[in-house]
């Protein structure tokens, strides 16, 4: 086999959104235990963005940089694969060289490396909100498949609101687990749709 060619910096940025798209194709593992529900890493990782933004507004951190701590959070996994709790008893992955591949040649090193050194020291304020924002969205799948009548989630729920660490992370952890999946389309904005909703239209 030929050696391969230097890559210029342009075509590294691509190869490097080439890869994020991988996200999309990664399961996470942990349903297999759990015995319903599914999402791929692509899927996980957008909802914790939106959760880490949530959270940094509510508690005046810095909203860019939390929000692209939870974007960027779990990037190694499109080489690694997602490890799950039981799997990291047995394997470790190393994510940061896994990290520094991914992103070496296109001028993100510094930037997104940096995300991730402060994600895993967890000393800021925005490291703990982004570190909340992962369980919280773990938390509100959890949630989903207890109302859906997993009894196992319950058990996994209880463990997983322990682990969330800022006052604000746990005022919505304590909401969720208070709140029922379907709420937000069912009962609104207006209850009485449903009831006044015309027959002849049978579309959501």
């Known amino acids: 086999m030929a050696p391969m060619k230097r890559r210029d910096k342009q075509t590294r940025i691509v190869d490097f959104l080439n890869e994020c798209g991988m996200l999309r194709k990664t399961p996470r593992t942990g349903y297999q235990f759990l015995g319903s529900g599914s999402e791929s890493v692509a899927e996980h990782s957008f909802r914790t963005a939106v959760i880490g933004h949530v959270l940094a507004l509510m508690a005046g951190a810095d909203v860019a940089r939390t929000t692209s701590m939870c974007l960027f959070h779990d990037l190694h996994e499109a080489r690694t694969g997602d490890f799950n709790y039981v799997n990291q008893i047995y394997n470790k992955s190393e994510r940061t060289t896994a990290l520094k ?79 029922d999946h379907k709420d937000w389309w069912f009962l609104g904005p207006d209850p009485e749709w449903w009831i006044k909703k015309n027959g002849t239209d049978t579309e959501l």
């Open 101 to 179: 591949h991914s992103v070496g040649g296109t001028g993100l090193e510094e930037a997104i490396l940096g995300y991730w050194e402060e994600l895993e020291e967890t000393a800021t304020l925005e490291a703990k909100l982004a570190q909340d924002a992962d369980q919280l969205d773990f938390i509100l799948i959890l949630k989903e498949e207890l109302d859906m009548g997993n009894k196992y989630a319950g058990e996994w729920l209880e463990v997983a609101v322990q682990r969330v660490r800022t006052e604000w992370g746990k005022e919505l952890a304590e909401t969720i687990t208070k709140t």
